[in-house]
Protein backbone atom coordinates (compact mmCIF):
# COMPACT_ATOMS: atom_id res chain seq x y z
CA UNK A 1 0.00 0.00 0.00
CA UNK A 2 2.83 1.79 0.52
CA UNK A 3 4.41 1.74 -2.50
CA UNK A 4 0.78 2.65 -4.03
CA UNK A 5 1.59 6.27 -2.77
CA UNK A 6 4.77 6.40 -3.51
CA UNK A 7 3.44 5.54 -7.45
CA UNK A 8 0.75 8.24 -6.66
CA UNK A 9 3.57 11.00 -5.69
CA UNK A 10 6.13 10.25 -8.33
CA UNK A 11 2.90 10.30 -11.21
CA UNK A 12 1.63 13.59 -10.09
CA UNK A 13 5.82 14.99 -9.35
CA UNK A 14 4.11 15.91 -5.85
CA UNK A 15 6.85 16.91 -4.29
CA UNK A 16 10.27 18.08 -4.93
CA UNK A 17 13.89 17.82 -3.21
CA UNK A 18 14.07 19.55 0.20
CA UNK A 19 10.45 20.49 0.05
CA UNK A 20 8.61 21.47 3.80
CA UNK A 21 5.44 20.25 3.49
CA UNK A 22 2.17 21.50 6.20
CA UNK A 23 0.33 18.01 6.56
CA UNK A 24 -3.62 18.66 7.30
CA UNK A 25 -4.06 16.19 10.13
CA UNK A 26 -7.73 15.87 11.88
CA UNK A 27 -7.19 12.88 13.71
CA UNK A 28 -9.06 10.57 11.41
CA UNK A 29 -8.53 7.50 9.94
CA UNK A 30 -7.57 9.64 6.39
CA UNK A 31 -5.46 11.95 7.92
CA UNK A 32 -3.65 9.51 10.20
CA UNK A 33 -2.96 7.12 7.55
CA UNK A 34 -1.55 10.01 5.77
CA UNK A 35 0.65 11.59 8.01
CA UNK A 36 1.80 7.95 9.21
CA UNK A 37 3.00 6.90 4.91
CA UNK A 38 4.77 10.66 4.87
CA UNK A 39 6.37 9.95 8.38
CA UNK A 40 8.16 6.74 6.59
CA UNK A 41 8.57 8.22 3.62
CA UNK A 42 10.13 11.64 4.38
CA UNK A 43 13.65 10.21 3.77
CA UNK A 44 13.09 8.87 1.07
CA UNK A 45 11.38 11.65 -0.73
CA UNK A 46 13.62 14.20 1.55
CA UNK A 47 11.12 16.76 2.71
CA UNK A 48 9.75 18.01 6.17
CA UNK A 49 6.69 17.87 7.28
CA UNK A 50 4.44 19.72 9.98
CA UNK A 51 1.49 19.07 11.04
CA UNK A 52 -1.21 21.89 10.85
CA UNK A 53 -4.48 20.87 12.63
CA UNK A 54 -8.01 22.65 13.00
CA UNK A 55 -10.27 22.41 16.39
CA UNK A 56 -13.63 23.30 14.53
CA UNK A 57 -14.90 23.59 17.65
CA UNK A 58 -18.47 21.56 16.51
CA UNK A 59 -18.09 18.46 18.78
CA UNK A 60 -17.50 20.18 21.83
CA UNK A 61 -15.17 17.78 24.16
CA UNK A 62 -14.75 15.11 21.23
CA UNK A 63 -13.08 17.51 19.36
CA UNK A 64 -10.91 19.10 22.20
CA UNK A 65 -9.67 15.11 22.89
CA UNK A 66 -9.34 14.47 18.61
CA UNK A 67 -6.75 18.13 19.37
CA UNK A 68 -4.81 16.36 22.30
CA UNK A 69 -4.80 12.83 19.99
CA UNK A 70 -3.17 14.64 17.45
CA UNK A 71 -0.61 16.79 19.85
CA UNK A 72 0.19 13.77 21.42
CA UNK A 73 1.31 12.02 18.37
CA UNK A 74 3.25 14.70 16.79
CA UNK A 75 4.98 14.86 19.50
CA UNK A 76 5.54 11.08 19.79
CA UNK A 77 6.64 11.28 16.34
CA UNK A 78 9.08 14.30 17.11
CA UNK A 79 6.97 16.26 14.18
CA UNK A 80 6.36 19.76 14.43
CA UNK A 81 2.38 20.88 15.60
CA UNK A 82 0.64 23.80 15.00
CA UNK A 83 -3.51 23.98 15.74
CA UNK A 84 -5.82 26.46 15.95
CA UNK A 85 -9.33 26.79 17.21
CA UNK A 86 -12.44 28.38 15.14
CA UNK A 87 -16.00 28.89 15.93
CA UNK A 88 -17.15 27.28 12.71
CA UNK A 89 -20.54 27.56 13.52
CA UNK A 90 -20.37 31.60 14.19
CA UNK A 91 -18.67 32.05 10.92
CA UNK A 92 -21.65 30.18 9.31
CA UNK A 93 -24.45 32.10 10.70
CA UNK A 94 -22.01 35.22 9.89
CA UNK A 95 -21.25 34.90 6.34
CA UNK A 96 -24.78 32.70 5.42
CA UNK A 97 -22.75 29.70 4.61
CA UNK A 98 -23.04 26.34 5.66
CA UNK A 99 -21.25 24.59 8.03
CA UNK A 100 -19.28 22.51 5.39
CA UNK A 101 -17.97 25.33 3.09
CA UNK A 102 -17.17 27.25 6.64
CA UNK A 103 -15.11 24.52 7.78
CA UNK A 104 -13.20 23.46 4.00
CA UNK A 105 -12.36 27.77 4.20
CA UNK A 106 -10.75 27.95 7.56
CA UNK A 107 -8.61 24.87 7.21
CA UNK A 108 -7.24 26.04 4.34
CA UNK A 109 -6.88 29.78 5.31
CA UNK A 110 -5.05 28.10 8.31
CA UNK A 111 -2.81 25.86 5.97
CA UNK A 112 -1.69 28.86 3.54
CA UNK A 113 -1.38 31.12 6.50
CA UNK A 114 1.41 28.33 7.53
CA UNK A 115 2.95 27.95 4.45
CA UNK A 116 3.93 31.70 4.25
CA UNK A 117 4.66 31.79 7.91
CA UNK A 118 6.52 29.07 7.99
CA UNK A 119 8.13 29.33 4.33
CA UNK A 120 6.70 25.69 3.42
CA UNK A 121 6.36 24.86 -0.21
CA UNK A 122 3.36 22.02 -0.47
CA UNK A 123 0.15 21.45 1.68
CA UNK A 124 -0.87 17.72 1.85
CA UNK A 125 -4.69 16.90 2.34
CA UNK A 126 -6.08 12.98 2.77
CA UNK A 127 -8.58 12.73 0.19
CA UNK A 128 -9.18 9.15 -0.82
CA UNK A 129 -10.30 7.03 -3.27
CA UNK A 130 -13.78 7.35 -1.43
CA UNK A 131 -13.40 10.86 -1.13
CA UNK A 132 -13.46 11.25 -4.83
CA UNK A 133 -16.19 8.87 -6.51
CA UNK A 134 -18.70 10.49 -3.83
CA UNK A 135 -17.27 14.28 -5.39
CA UNK A 136 -17.74 12.79 -8.71
CA UNK A 137 -21.16 12.13 -8.39
CA UNK A 138 -22.44 14.79 -6.48
CA UNK A 139 -21.22 17.00 -9.55
CA UNK A 140 -23.29 14.86 -12.01
CA UNK A 141 -26.14 15.27 -10.23
CA UNK A 142 -26.03 18.84 -10.02
CA UNK A 143 -24.97 18.81 -14.08
CA UNK A 144 -21.35 19.67 -14.01
CA UNK A 145 -18.80 19.56 -17.07
CA UNK A 146 -16.24 17.75 -17.86
CA UNK A 147 -14.21 20.30 -15.66
CA UNK A 148 -16.10 19.20 -12.88
CA UNK A 149 -16.01 15.44 -13.59
CA UNK A 150 -12.97 15.17 -13.20
CA UNK A 151 -13.57 15.51 -9.70
CA UNK A 152 -10.96 16.30 -6.97
CA UNK A 153 -7.54 16.83 -8.48
CA UNK A 154 -4.57 15.08 -6.80
CA UNK A 155 -2.50 18.16 -7.36
CA UNK A 156 -3.95 21.77 -7.33
CA UNK A 157 -1.68 24.82 -8.33
CA UNK A 158 0.78 23.75 -7.52
CA UNK A 159 0.66 23.63 -3.88
CA UNK A 160 -2.15 21.44 -2.76
CA UNK A 161 -1.12 18.01 -3.11
CA UNK A 162 -3.10 14.45 -1.98
CA UNK A 163 -1.00 11.56 -2.15
CA UNK A 164 -3.27 8.88 -1.03
CA UNK A 165 -6.27 9.96 -3.41
CA UNK A 166 -5.90 6.04 -5.11
CA UNK A 167 -6.63 4.35 -1.63
CA UNK A 168 -10.40 3.48 -0.59
CA UNK A 169 -11.45 3.70 2.61
CA UNK A 170 -11.37 -0.48 3.00
CA UNK A 171 -7.72 0.13 2.46
CA UNK A 172 -7.00 3.14 4.75
CA UNK A 173 -9.01 1.37 7.20
CA UNK A 174 -6.74 -1.85 6.68
CA UNK A 175 -3.52 -0.13 6.85
CA UNK A 176 -4.49 1.63 10.22
CA UNK A 177 -5.34 -1.64 12.06
CA UNK A 178 -2.10 -3.13 10.42
CA UNK A 179 0.07 -0.25 12.09
CA UNK A 180 -1.94 0.27 15.31
CA UNK A 181 -2.95 3.54 14.53
CA UNK A 182 -5.97 4.37 16.92
CA UNK A 183 -7.06 6.77 14.73
CA UNK A 184 -10.06 8.86 15.97
CA UNK A 185 -14.04 8.42 14.78
CA UNK A 186 -16.51 11.25 14.14
CA UNK A 187 -19.39 10.17 14.65
CA UNK A 188 -21.34 12.65 12.45
CA UNK A 189 -19.69 11.35 9.83
CA UNK A 190 -22.22 8.44 9.90
CA UNK A 191 -24.87 11.05 10.45
CA UNK A 192 -27.28 11.83 7.09
CA UNK A 193 -27.17 15.04 7.91
CA UNK A 194 -25.18 16.50 5.08
CA UNK A 195 -25.62 15.63 1.02
CA UNK A 196 -22.42 13.69 0.93
CA UNK A 197 -23.31 12.13 4.15
CA UNK A 198 -26.32 10.44 1.93
CA UNK A 199 -23.79 9.83 -0.82
CA UNK A 200 -21.16 8.07 1.33
CA UNK A 201 -23.73 6.18 3.35
CA UNK A 202 -26.78 5.24 0.89
CA UNK A 203 -26.34 6.06 -2.59
CA UNK A 204 -22.88 4.11 -3.23
CA UNK A 205 -24.02 1.19 -0.77
CA UNK A 206 -26.91 0.87 -3.14
CA UNK A 207 -25.42 1.29 -6.19
CA UNK A 208 -22.24 -1.42 -5.28
CA UNK A 209 -25.50 -3.79 -4.07
CA UNK A 210 -28.01 -3.24 -7.11
CA UNK A 211 -25.50 -2.46 -10.39
CA UNK A 212 -21.69 -2.28 -9.61
CA UNK A 213 -19.55 -4.12 -6.29
CA UNK A 214 -16.31 -2.20 -7.21
CA UNK A 215 -18.58 1.38 -8.04
CA UNK A 216 -15.41 3.62 -6.25
CA UNK A 217 -13.16 2.26 -8.39
CA UNK A 218 -15.16 2.62 -11.58
CA UNK A 219 -15.44 6.22 -10.96
CA UNK A 220 -11.92 7.00 -10.48
CA UNK A 221 -10.89 5.45 -13.79
CA UNK A 222 -13.47 7.48 -15.33
CA UNK A 223 -11.77 10.88 -13.23
CA UNK A 224 -8.86 9.82 -13.85
CA UNK A 225 -9.36 9.62 -17.62
CA UNK A 226 -11.17 12.76 -18.00
CA UNK A 227 -8.22 14.41 -16.15
CA UNK A 228 -5.93 13.72 -18.63
CA UNK A 229 -8.14 14.78 -21.53
CA UNK A 230 -9.11 17.91 -19.48
CA UNK A 231 -5.35 18.66 -19.25
CA UNK A 232 -5.02 18.46 -22.56
CA UNK A 233 -7.91 20.79 -23.64
CA UNK A 234 -6.51 23.38 -20.62
CA UNK A 235 -3.50 23.73 -22.25
CA UNK A 236 -4.94 24.51 -25.81
CA UNK A 237 -7.42 27.00 -24.22
CA UNK A 238 -4.13 28.79 -22.23
CA UNK A 239 -2.38 29.21 -25.78
CA UNK A 240 -5.45 30.75 -27.39
CA UNK A 241 -5.91 32.66 -24.09
CA UNK A 242 -2.61 34.26 -24.58
CA UNK A 243 -3.09 34.41 -28.62
CA UNK A 244 -6.58 36.49 -28.16
CA UNK A 245 -6.89 38.06 -24.76
CA UNK A 246 -4.86 40.88 -23.68
CA UNK A 247 -5.01 42.47 -20.23
CA UNK A 248 -4.77 46.50 -19.96
CA UNK A 249 -5.33 49.12 -17.34
CA UNK A 250 -7.39 46.48 -14.99
CA UNK A 251 -9.41 45.18 -17.81
CA UNK A 252 -9.40 42.06 -19.93
CA UNK A 253 -9.81 42.01 -23.63
CA UNK A 254 -10.85 39.56 -25.84
CA UNK A 255 -10.58 39.89 -29.43
CA UNK A 256 -12.85 38.92 -31.60
CA UNK A 257 -11.06 36.51 -33.62
CA UNK A 258 -11.28 33.84 -30.79
CA UNK A 259 -15.16 33.55 -31.21
CA UNK A 260 -14.70 31.24 -34.08
CA UNK A 261 -13.12 28.85 -32.03
CA UNK A 262 -14.41 25.55 -30.79
CA UNK A 263 -17.51 26.12 -27.89
CA UNK A 264 -15.24 23.74 -26.02
CA UNK A 265 -12.17 25.92 -26.26
CA UNK A 266 -13.95 29.47 -26.54
CA UNK A 267 -15.87 28.63 -22.85
CA UNK A 268 -12.61 27.45 -21.44
CA UNK A 269 -11.22 31.04 -22.52
CA UNK A 270 -13.37 32.93 -21.36
CA UNK A 271 -12.93 31.26 -17.81
CA UNK A 272 -9.58 31.86 -17.76
CA UNK A 273 -10.08 35.32 -18.22
CA UNK A 274 -12.57 36.01 -16.24
CA UNK A 275 -10.24 34.03 -13.35
CA UNK A 276 -7.66 36.49 -14.25
CA UNK A 277 -9.60 39.36 -13.78
CA UNK A 278 -11.50 38.29 -10.59
CA UNK A 279 -8.90 35.77 -9.03
CA UNK A 280 -11.49 33.23 -8.89
CA UNK A 281 -14.65 31.86 -10.27
CA UNK A 282 -16.58 31.97 -7.01
CA UNK A 283 -20.69 32.56 -8.22
CA UNK A 284 -19.47 32.48 -11.88
CA UNK A 285 -21.76 30.05 -13.54
CA UNK A 286 -21.95 27.98 -17.01
CA UNK A 287 -24.80 30.68 -18.07
CA UNK A 288 -22.88 33.42 -17.39
CA UNK A 289 -20.65 31.98 -19.97
CA UNK A 290 -22.81 31.60 -22.39
CA UNK A 291 -23.95 35.05 -21.84
CA UNK A 292 -20.91 36.73 -22.97
CA UNK A 293 -20.33 34.67 -25.49
CA UNK A 294 -24.47 35.35 -27.02
CA UNK A 295 -23.72 39.31 -26.56
CA UNK A 296 -20.41 39.20 -28.85
CA UNK A 297 -23.20 37.82 -31.36
CA UNK A 298 -24.77 41.29 -30.82
CA UNK A 299 -24.36 44.95 -31.84
CA UNK A 300 -21.26 47.02 -30.23
CA UNK A 301 -22.29 48.69 -26.73
CA UNK A 302 -24.38 45.88 -25.82
CA UNK A 303 -23.59 45.37 -21.97
CA UNK A 304 -24.24 42.79 -19.65
CA UNK A 305 -23.76 42.75 -15.34
CA UNK A 306 -22.11 39.52 -14.01
CA UNK A 307 -21.97 38.60 -10.67
CA UNK A 308 -19.39 40.44 -8.11
CA UNK A 309 -19.83 43.67 -9.98
CA UNK A 310 -18.15 42.14 -13.10
CA UNK A 311 -19.08 43.64 -16.57
CA UNK A 312 -18.75 42.27 -20.22
CA UNK A 313 -19.64 45.00 -23.32
CA UNK A 314 -19.14 44.18 -27.19
CA UNK A 315 -16.85 46.89 -27.92
CA UNK A 316 -16.99 46.35 -32.42
CA UNK A 317 -17.00 42.44 -31.74
CA UNK A 318 -14.22 42.56 -29.38
CA UNK A 319 -15.48 42.17 -25.47
CA UNK A 320 -14.19 44.25 -23.00
CA UNK A 321 -14.54 42.88 -19.57
CA UNK A 322 -13.48 44.88 -16.01
CA UNK A 323 -15.06 45.69 -12.87
CA UNK A 324 -17.44 48.06 -12.24
CA UNK A 325 -15.66 50.15 -9.59
CA UNK A 326 -18.15 52.90 -9.69
CA UNK A 327 -20.44 50.48 -7.86
CA UNK A 328 -17.83 49.34 -5.29
CA UNK A 329 -18.19 52.24 -3.12
CA UNK A 330 -15.47 53.92 -5.08
CA UNK A 331 -14.30 57.12 -4.09
CA UNK A 332 -13.16 59.39 -7.42
CA UNK A 333 -9.97 61.14 -5.79
CA UNK A 334 -8.46 64.32 -6.90
CA UNK A 335 -4.42 64.27 -5.84
CA UNK A 336 -2.43 67.05 -5.87
CA UNK A 337 0.86 65.68 -6.39
CA UNK A 338 4.36 66.32 -5.45
CA UNK A 339 7.56 65.48 -6.26
CA UNK A 340 9.32 62.11 -4.84
CA UNK A 341 5.89 61.32 -3.13
CA UNK A 342 4.22 57.74 -3.65
CA UNK A 343 0.18 57.68 -3.62
CA UNK A 344 -1.68 54.55 -3.14
CA UNK A 345 -4.85 55.02 -6.11
CA UNK A 346 -7.00 52.77 -4.14
CA UNK A 347 -9.47 52.32 -7.12
CA UNK A 348 -6.66 50.97 -9.34
CA UNK A 349 -4.87 49.32 -7.12
CA UNK A 350 -2.03 50.81 -8.46
CA UNK A 351 0.75 53.25 -6.62
CA UNK A 352 1.44 56.74 -8.38
CA UNK A 353 4.76 58.54 -8.28
CA UNK A 354 6.35 61.97 -9.86
CA UNK A 355 9.81 62.68 -9.74
CA UNK A 356 12.12 65.11 -11.81
CA UNK A 357 15.19 63.89 -13.77
CA UNK A 358 17.72 65.32 -16.09
CA UNK A 359 18.05 64.62 -19.63
CA UNK A 360 21.27 63.09 -19.16
CA UNK A 361 19.68 60.25 -17.13
CA UNK A 362 18.54 57.28 -18.87
CA UNK A 363 14.79 57.20 -19.97
CA UNK A 364 12.85 55.63 -22.72
CA UNK A 365 10.34 57.73 -24.87
CA UNK A 366 8.84 54.62 -26.04
CA UNK A 367 8.50 52.74 -22.40
CA UNK A 368 5.24 51.52 -21.62
CA UNK A 369 2.19 51.99 -20.39
CA UNK A 370 2.74 52.78 -16.80
CA UNK A 371 5.56 55.34 -17.21
CA UNK A 372 5.85 58.34 -19.60
CA UNK A 373 7.98 61.72 -19.66
CA UNK A 374 7.11 65.31 -19.59
CA UNK A 375 8.96 68.64 -20.36
CA UNK A 376 8.88 69.56 -17.07
CA UNK A 377 9.47 73.74 -17.44
CA UNK A 378 6.74 73.27 -19.84
CA UNK A 379 4.79 72.63 -17.04
CA UNK A 380 2.48 75.20 -15.27
CA UNK A 381 0.13 75.02 -12.43
CA UNK A 382 -0.12 72.08 -9.78
CA UNK A 383 -0.10 68.41 -11.30
CA UNK A 384 -2.74 66.75 -10.40
CA UNK A 385 -4.63 63.17 -10.95
CA UNK A 386 -8.20 62.85 -11.62
CA UNK A 387 -11.35 62.01 -13.61
CA UNK A 388 -12.80 63.35 -16.60
CA UNK A 389 -15.20 66.47 -16.03
CA UNK A 390 -17.88 67.75 -18.32
CA UNK A 391 -16.55 69.52 -21.11
CA UNK A 392 -12.54 68.42 -20.87
CA UNK A 393 -10.82 69.30 -24.18
CA UNK A 394 -6.92 67.24 -24.87
CA UNK A 395 -4.60 67.93 -27.68
CA UNK A 396 -2.82 64.32 -27.88
CA UNK A 397 0.53 64.52 -29.25
CA UNK A 398 0.42 64.71 -33.03
CA UNK A 399 -2.30 66.68 -33.34
CA UNK A 400 -2.02 70.60 -33.73
CA UNK A 401 -5.60 71.83 -31.66
CA UNK A 402 -7.58 70.17 -29.11
CA UNK A 403 -10.56 68.68 -28.98
CA UNK A 404 -13.35 67.34 -26.97
CA UNK A 405 -12.37 64.08 -24.36
CA UNK A 406 -15.64 62.87 -25.03
CA UNK A 407 -14.66 62.81 -28.98
CA UNK A 408 -11.55 61.29 -28.74
CA UNK A 409 -12.87 58.42 -26.68
CA UNK A 410 -15.53 57.91 -28.92
CA UNK A 411 -12.49 58.04 -31.60
CA UNK A 412 -10.80 55.40 -29.89
CA UNK A 413 -13.27 53.21 -29.12
CA UNK A 414 -13.84 53.51 -25.42
CA UNK A 415 -17.00 52.35 -24.35
CA UNK A 416 -18.65 54.57 -22.27
CA UNK A 417 -19.07 52.81 -19.29
CA UNK A 418 -15.17 52.72 -19.25
CA UNK A 419 -14.73 56.51 -19.75
CA UNK A 420 -15.51 57.96 -16.10
CA UNK A 421 -12.95 55.84 -15.15
CA UNK A 422 -9.72 56.51 -16.63
CA UNK A 423 -7.71 58.59 -14.86
CA UNK A 424 -6.31 61.73 -15.76
CA UNK A 425 -2.87 64.02 -15.62
CA UNK A 426 -3.14 67.40 -15.18
CA UNK A 427 -1.10 70.28 -15.38
CA UNK A 428 -3.02 73.33 -14.38
CA UNK A 429 -5.76 73.34 -16.39
CA UNK A 430 -4.64 71.10 -19.02
CA UNK A 431 -4.52 67.52 -19.07
CA UNK A 432 -1.20 65.87 -19.76
CA UNK A 433 -1.82 62.27 -19.82
CA UNK A 434 -4.66 60.01 -20.76
CA UNK A 435 -3.88 57.09 -18.48
CA UNK A 436 -3.97 54.18 -21.24
CA UNK A 437 -4.52 56.18 -24.03
CA UNK A 438 -2.61 59.29 -25.28
CA UNK A 439 -0.22 62.24 -23.84
CA UNK A 440 -0.40 65.55 -24.72
CA UNK A 441 1.49 67.17 -27.62
CA UNK A 442 1.65 70.57 -25.61
CA UNK A 443 3.92 68.65 -22.73
CA UNK A 444 6.60 66.20 -25.09
CA UNK A 445 9.94 65.88 -25.01
CA UNK A 446 12.10 67.87 -27.85
CA UNK A 447 15.48 69.11 -28.17
CA UNK A 448 15.18 71.78 -26.25
CA UNK A 449 14.00 70.17 -22.77
CA UNK A 450 16.13 69.78 -19.83
CA UNK A 451 14.40 68.87 -16.69
CA UNK A 452 12.19 65.35 -17.65
CA UNK A 453 9.00 64.96 -15.40
CA UNK A 454 8.43 61.34 -14.80
CA UNK A 455 4.97 59.82 -14.16
CA UNK A 456 4.79 56.52 -13.34
CA UNK A 457 2.12 53.93 -12.16
CA UNK A 458 2.77 50.41 -10.48
CA UNK A 459 0.96 47.83 -9.48
CA UNK A 460 -0.13 47.37 -5.80
CA UNK A 461 2.60 46.51 -3.40
Not at 405 to 413: E, G, Q, S, T
Amino acid sequence: MLQKVLSTIDEYQMFKKGDKVIVGVSGGPDSMCLLHMLYLLKEKLHIEIVVAHINHCLRGNEADDDERYVKEYCKKINVQYYSKRIDINSIALEQNISCETAGRDARYNFFYELKNKLVAQKIAVAHNANDQAETVLMRIMRGTGLAGAVGIKPIRDGIVVRPIIKLTRKEIESYCNDNKINARIDKTNFESIYSRNKVRLELIPYIEKNFNNDIVSTINRFANILFKDNEYIDLVASDKYKEYCTLEYGKIIVRKELFKEHEAILSRVIRIALKKLKGNLYNLETKHIYDIIHIQKGCTGKKINLPENLVATNNYGDIHMYVNISTVNKEKKELTLEMDKKYLIKEKNLYLKIEIQTKEEEYNLKGNNFTKYFDYEKVKGEITYRYRRQGDKFQPIGMRGTKKLKDIFMDLKVPKEERDEIPLICFGDEIAWVWGYRISEKFKIDKNTKKILKIQFKRGE
